[in-house]
């Protein structure tokens, strides 16, 4: 499973900005993918994610009503679209897949799989 992950930037508070994932077109339709970041100094955790049919998304409660996550079958490439950035969103961004569910849950588990990560830098 191969994610390559791209988008990020240094943005200001406010500003919004969209990240970007493209897969393989079997791991894009077999598996759940999501969004994870890793702020520094601090454990990697779950953003958002997507079911396979694209019918389900999940989100953080700290990212809820902002970011929104989609899908895009004739580009195997899932998006994070991010509004009214806060300096507290500032982390490596991480793409995901896991072929049983993404979560909060899915950070340690051998099933996940991971992009290369992306900085989102926000500045006050």
């Known amino acids: 499973v191969q994610l390559q992950a791209s988008g990020g930037g240094l943005v200001e508070a406010g500003d919004s900005l969209r990240l970007s994932c493209v897969a393989s077109?079997?791991?894009?339709?077999?598996?759940?993918m999501g969004w994870f970041l890793q702020a520094p100094g601090k454990e990697r955790e779950f953003v958002a994610a997507?079911?396979?049919?694209?019918?389900?998304?999940y989100y953080a409660d700290s990212v809820k009503g902002r970011f929104t996550i989609s899908k895009d079958n004739a580009k195997n490439t899932v998006y994070l679209q991010m509004n009214s950035l806060k300096p507290e969103d500032t982390a490596i961004y991480y793409c995901?897949?896991?072929?049983?569910?993404?979560?909060?849950?899915?950070?340690?588990?051998?099933?996940?799989?991971w992009g290369q990560g992306t900085l989102v830098t926000v500045s006050s």
């Open positions: 077109e079997r791991t894009f339709r077999s598996y759940f």
């Open positions: 997507i079911s396979r049919s694209g019918s389900g998304t």
């Open positions: 995901a897949a896991n072929y049983y569910g993404l979560g909060p849950g899915s950070v340690g588990h051998e099933s996940t799989y």
